[in-house]
């Protein structure tokens, strides 16, 4: 691939080879810190804290952690002189490892590096990939540039926010009260490691929205069953059970032939229709699109109906999702306890389409619920807790085509998605402030939200194959030189 780059520093390239150490150590060092949004608010702070000194230590003229109703926005504003201004988005929060069984590492705070076939090394923690990696390797190019004398090529300013992985509930405030800071903005950029295990790097130009919601089944809401608190199971045969109620009332909203396909009326509704140019998109993606990669990354063996190629993609893209995250009333724990539990709890995702909101999602699930006689389960929306919303960036957007051209400038050919299959607040970008979000980069990590998370430190060698840490930044330094000198909106 190297021979394919237009080289604009060898100096930055020689540092970041020889700096590798101290700026593998950099990650080592917010990864050791616990920032889980959902029930660690000091290990929070002290992330934010971390971050502020990173963009003091950078010579923003601006780094500040501003409070939210919930975790901290950490702002910092560079000011390059330079042609373009670039919004850069980051997280600096990370999931809950509770009930989780780790087993190449004791600690997930306690980050480890170690081989693991094909890649040379790879560092084990929670957050490495998700997404603490491409974060702090994004900053160490900055730093690189800086330590060599070298202007920044675009003015940057920076949003980390602290409780993505709780759906960015306050970031909109943040946009909403600081919108004169941000609107000489022309784009939005998120570093993140966008390559598959076979090295192939994906552009996503936008994302699906997201539904989160409860129900809740219990015998004092239902009047039966029972009502206060778990009887003897020897009752069973004689009283009724919330807990097969809730499977019940799950079984009617799909097909049992066919769980994939929702029976929930109007749930598919409002999906706009891909564009003829949508559809390009996937023609081209189609052509280029491994499978078998997802499949090796996730330990999945089958696709649903044992779709492929262009049939499976327009399956993930344009399909409303209705997933059941998890289940959770009784017992659970060791052995038995002769138990009949009084109530039940069951978390559903919806992912959601363009033209489809939060509130036609939730009012399409009460009404199933009431019209199949279950009107006494609870449906708790989510919305004060989650408000990720659906986005697209024009795939001509000038960020995109310079995204593009880097990614080939390397001897890539990069996966370009008509949006994630995922959901990120890039719609706060989109849709508020009205310019376009792309997330790009090199590097790979599995594992994101699970045991034995890792992030890429040296990749498998191969000339067009995942990137290390030095091959990353290295590119980092490429991207940015190309997005000072181009028109990114």
């Known amino acids: 691939m190297e021979s394919q780059v237009i080289h604009y520093s060898y100096d ?47 010579g923003c003229a601006e780094s500040e952690i501003l409070e939210t109703n919930g975790s901290p926005v950490v702002y910092g ?45 790879v560092l084990v923690g929670r957050g490495t990939f998700n997404s603490k990696g491409s974060l702090t390797l994004f900053l160490n190019t ?21 409780e993505e992985e709780l759906g960015s509930q306050h970031l909109i405030d943040f946009v909403r009260e600081n919108r004169n800071k941000l609107s000489d903005g022309s784009a939005c950029f998120a570093p993140v ?16 929205g997201v539904v989160e919601l409860e129900l809740e089944c219990s015998g004092e809401y239902w009047g039966r069953g029972p009502t206060k608190r778990g009887i003897h199971s020897s009752l069973a045969a004689t009283v009724e059970s ?64 044992d779709l492929h190629g262009k049939e499976l993609l327009m399956r993930a893209l344009y399909n409303t999702t209705l997933n059941i995250q998890g289940i959770n009333g009784g017992y659970t724990g060791p052995k038995f306890k002769t138990v009949l539990p009084h109530n039940v709890k069951a978390k559903l995702e919806s992912r959601i389409l363009p033209n489809q909101t939060r509130t036609e999602t939730v009012e399409n699930v009460r009404k199933h619920l009431d019209k199949h006689g279950y009107s006494d389960i609870k449906v708790v929306d989510s919305a004060a807790e ?46 508020h402030l009205g310019i376009p979000y792309i997330a790009a980069g090199l590097g790979f990590g599995a594992r994101a939200h699970a045991p034995d998370e890792y992030y890429v430190i040296e990749g498998d060698g191969k000339m067009d194959g995942v990137a290390g840490l030095v091959e990353t930044e290295r590119f980092f330094v490429h991207l940015l030189y190309g997005m000072g000198t181009a028109r990114l909106g």
């Open 142 to 162: 900055l730093f690189a540039l800086k330590a060599v004398g070298r202007e920044l090529p675009v003015n940057l300013k920076f949003i980390a926010e602290g």
């Open 386 to 431: 989650s408000s990720d919303d659906w986005s697209r960036t024009n795939p001509d957007a000038g960020i995109a085509k310079v995204v593009k051209r880097s990614y080939e400038d390397w001897g890539y050919k990069p996966q370009v998605w008509p949006f994630n299959l995922g959901t990120s607040p890039q719609y706060i970008f989109t849709k």
């Open 12 to 58: 930055v390239d020689r540092y970041v080879e020889s700096h590798f150490s101290e700026h593998l150590e950099r990650l080592k060092e917010i990864v050791r810190i616990p920032s889980i949004a959902a029930d660690n608010p000091e290990g929070v702070q002290r992330c934010a804290r971390l971050v502020q000194h990173w963009f003091k230590e950078l």
């Open 242 to 305: 919330p807990i097969w109620r809730m499977i019940s009332a799950l079984s009617t909203m799909v097909d049992q032939r066919d769980p994939s396909k929702v029976l929930i009326e109007g749930f598919y509704d409002n999906i706009a229709k891909p564009s003829p140019r949508d559809l390009q998109l996937v023609d081209e993606l189609a052509k280029v699109y491994d499978e078998n990669a997802l499949k090796k990354s996730t330990d999945v063996q089958h696709f649903v109906h």
């Open 193 to 208: 490691c966008a390559q598959n295990i076979d090295g192939t790097p994906s552009m996503n130009l936008g994302c699906k």
């Open 77 to 121: 504003h560079y000011d390059a002189h330079a042609k373009n201004t670039l919004l850069i988005y980051m997280m600096y929060d990370v999931k809950q490892v509770q009930g989780e069984n780790w087993t190449l590492i004791k600690n997930p705070f306690e980050p480890q590096l170690m081989p693991l076939a094909p890649f040379k090394s």
